[in-house]
């Protein structure tokens, strides 16, 4: 069904138009791509995914350390939205859906680690004179954050970024021991970089209700704390969903990997798309790569757009001979004046019941590299020094000696803007502006639906929506069930 052709000769003359010999080619398997895909397929579309990798998931993949299965990327998703929870339900993984455990992150602070105070939202407490407030910040620094409560009442929009609103009403420790560790651990961002109305929805109406700002962030979480930070995961690892994905993607379409798509145009009846020598057709053409490969297909097809600079992210996850306890909770978030390299620290063995089950005595923790605007301190250096570094780092952040290894691995991710920087919305809005005049084609994936699962998951399935609404009219509704899997049968 989807063979690749060879290209014709150049002297080749058409005058027929070719017929498409796919009604949707997706380029990039990762989860947005193979998304978009499985929706088209179970709605009977005849589908074709290429994919420049010899395996599919991009980011949401899986490593082997001592016979270990475990995540290389993506090791978890924001509850917030359901999407990626009923996108797992839907492939069979539903069962599967674990909590992490109750240890809670840290914060790893020039001079000691503390467990995250609970009632914050992004770092910023609602209760600045809470004891586990004062544990961070110090008196001082408490009582400076309380100021924010006598200060004259905001105005709404008068500060659209993060940083400077937080440094402005709760002083510099609230933003540097806090709000930045966060940023940074969380979003790969700068605090001064995010957008409040994005990063923190309503919270600038709260304020302004409120008359300060740890009075709207008590509004925003009422008796909950932290908001939007709750997490899931899947029982034997993140990579079970593409894979999972794969299979059902498999059952009704074609998925052809180790094809880098280098170049892409429109035909009369939809779209040309060539990897190297080999060229396919299609009536419907998804892009769902990364910016970069995305930018320069949509150039090759006459459209030119500008994608955001990704930030290039470096984990390095050690198994470890048993570790006494979570000395530092599910893992930390580290303090930029701590004088640790390392961004922040997963101890996974701690954080999902699954894999302590797993890895039996061994523990495993996963350093990450990378603040925003910043190469890894790990870029430069051979595996063994970047090993060494994450297990003294992982030493510092856990306040243990952390003995030596028993396997490591280095993985190096360039990670989209999320959609919180201030800036990143207008552009994906200019971006979708670049491609609304053609009604066949559509672009996906984090460096346009923002970074994370449950932006990209829902962002990927309308996209899908759009393209069979084009071909079916408007009465396609977006909530409708899907087709029955064939899993159904067995
Ligand atoms: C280290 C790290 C940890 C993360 N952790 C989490 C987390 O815990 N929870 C969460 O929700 N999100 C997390 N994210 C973000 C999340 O993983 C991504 O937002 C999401 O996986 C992006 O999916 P995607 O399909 O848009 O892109 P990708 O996963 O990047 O997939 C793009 C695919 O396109 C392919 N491709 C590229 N160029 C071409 C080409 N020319 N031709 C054909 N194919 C091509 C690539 O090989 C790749 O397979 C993390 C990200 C990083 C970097």
């Known amino acids: 069904m989807s063979e690749p052709t060879v290209p014709e000769g150049a002297d080749a003359e058409a005058p027929e138009p070719e017929a498409p010999q796919h009604e949707v080619i997706v380029v990039g398997a990762g989860v947005a791509g193979l998304v978009t895909a499985d929706a088209l397929a179970r709605r009977g579309y005849d589908v074709l995914v290429l994919e420049a990798q010899g395996r599919v998931g991009g980011i949401v993949s899986r490593h082997d350390l001592d016979g270990i299965a475990l995540d290389a990327g993506a090791e978890s998703f924001a509850v917030r939205g359901g999407a990626v929870a009923e996108l797992a339900e839907q492939v069979g993984l ?31 407490p609602s209760v600045p ?116 994905l794969r299979a059902e993607v498999e059952r009704r379409a074609t998925i052809v990997t180790d094809a880098t798509v280098d170049h892409v145009e429109r035909t009369e009846l939809g779209w040309a798309v060539q990897a190297g020598e080999r060229r396919w057709t299609s009536s419907a053409l998804v892009l769902a790569t990364p910016g970069a490969p995305a930018a320069t297909l949509l150039a090759s097809a006459g459209i030119p757009v500008e994608a955001a600079p990704a930030t290039t992210v470096e984990l390095v996850t050690l198994v470890l001979p048993p570790l006494v306890g979570a000395p530092a909770g599910s893992g930390a978030l580290v303090a930029e004046d701590a004088g640790i390299a390392a961004k922040a620290l997963t101890h996974a063995t701690a954080k999902w019941g699954w894999l302590a089950e797993d890895a039996g005595e ?13 190469a890894p301190a790990t870029a430069d250096l051979s595996d063994a020094d970047a090993i060494a570094l994450a297990r003294r780092d992982a030493s510092a952040i856990l306040g243990i000696a952390v003995p030596e290894p028993i396997a490591a691995d280095r993985v190096r991710w360039e990670q989209a803007q999320p959609s919180s920087s201030v800036g990143a919305r207008a552009l994906q809005r200019r971006v979708r502006d670049a491609v609304a005049d053609e009604p066949t084609l559509e672009v996906v994936g984090a460096w346009i639906a923002g970074t994370g699962l449950a932006q990209v998951v829902p962002d990927a399935k309308e996209a899908a929506l759009r393209i069979r609404r084009e071909r079916f009219g408007p009465q396609e509704q977006e909530d409708e069930p899907d087709a029955v899997s064939d899993d159904a049968d067995a």
Do not use: F
Request: net charge positive.
């Open 362 to 374: 061994r523990a495993v923790v996963r350093v990450s590299y990378g603040r925003a605007g910043q």
């Open 94 to 124: 539903g069962d599967d859906l674990v909590d992490p455990e109750p240890g809670g992150a840290w914060l790893r602070l020039a001079d000691r680690s503390v467990p995250l105070p609970k009632r914050t939202m992004l770092g910023i």
């Open 129 to 244: 004179l809470a004891e586990d407030v004062i544990a961070v910040l110090g008196w001082r620094g408490a009582l400076r954050a309380y100021l924010d409560r006598l200060m004259p009442v905001l105005k709404v929009g008068k500060d659209d970024r993060l940083g400077p609103l937080v440094e402005r009403r709760m002083g510099k420790a609230v933003l540097e021991r806090l709000v930045a560790p966060i940023s940074g651990g969380v979003y790969s961002s700068n605090a001064r970089d995010l957008d409040v109305a994005v990063v923190a929805p309503g919270l600038n109406e709260a304020m302004t209700r409120a008359g300060s700002l740890s009075g709207g962030v008590a509004l925003r979480i009422g008796d909950g704390a932290r908001p939007g930070s709750a997490v899931r995961g899947i029982r034997g690892g993140m990579h079970r969903l593409p894979e999972a």
